[in-house]
């Protein structure tokens, strides 16, 4: 009889100790599976993780070292296209990709793209009726050539000048004038005008 309760009771242990390691390694396995697929929901397809997202999606992408390129084009001068780069501001650090886009939106940019490989922002424009501000530019038609000198805002102020004939230009250069020659520095315009296209012209000193 003894020997029999025995028996019961160490069937009965190892029944319990079965099923406390059982339910052990159950539990176990379902916490890893969530960990696993909490761990994936972070990955994109190429398997980089993104950065914590905000409870609406949106993640900023606009850190103290993002790079800020604004490109403009001008419809008169479609040969020439003014870049700029630089740091973002503290106005836009934190911003989400919406935000960026409605805050060069709001100054001209019409198309602006972020790379998150380059960490960088492209901002672009197309500028009608204006120049670049502050440059100075040489233009011609089929007949004569023109000179300006371009204000801040971009206006373009005919420098006064003896006429020039496009036939006064060599005929490898004139395609380029017709398109429109821009230089942002006074020497490098007074270089091309005097030595490149070997102008003898009168400059009107109080204007350039």
């Not at 059982?22 to 599976?33: L, Q, R, S």
């Not at 993780?49 to 403009?72: H, L, M, P, Y």
């Not at 020497?187 to 102008?199: A, G, P, S």
Request: net charge negative; proline share 1%; hydrophobic share 35%.
């Amino acid at each position: 009889m003894l020997k029999k309760g025995i028996v019961i009771f160490s069937v009965a242990a190892i029944i319990l100790t079965a099923s406390f390691f059982a339910g052990y390694f159950v539990m176990k396995m379902a916490a890893e599976k969530s960990n696993s697929m909490s761990f994936s929901q972070q990955l994109n397809k190429n398997g980089m993780v993104f950065a914590k997202q905000s409870d609406d999606g949106n993640r900023s992408i606009v850190d103290g070292n993002t790079k800020i390129i604004k490109v403009e084009t001008y419809e008169l001068l479609p040969m020439y296209q003014r870049r700029v780069e630089e740091r973002a501001n503290e106005q836009i650090i934190g911003y989400n990709l919406e935000k960026v886009k409605k805050y060069f939106k709001e100054q001209g940019y019409k198309d602006v793209q972020y790379s998150s490989e380059n960490n960088e922002i492209i901002a672009q424009k197309k500028i009608s009726n204006l120049a670049p501000s502050n440059c100075y530019i040489i233009k011609a038609d089929e007949e004569r050539v023109y000179i300006y000198k371009s204000d801040q805002n971009g206006n373009m102020i005919p420098l006064k000048h003896d006429e020039i004939s496009i036939d006064d230009i060599d005929i490898s250069m004139q395609n380029e004038i017709k398109n429109g020659k821009v230089f942002e520095e006074k020497e490098k315009f007074l270089t091309y005008i005097n030595e490149d296209l070997e102008l003898d012209i009168n400059l009107d000193d109080g204007v350039i």
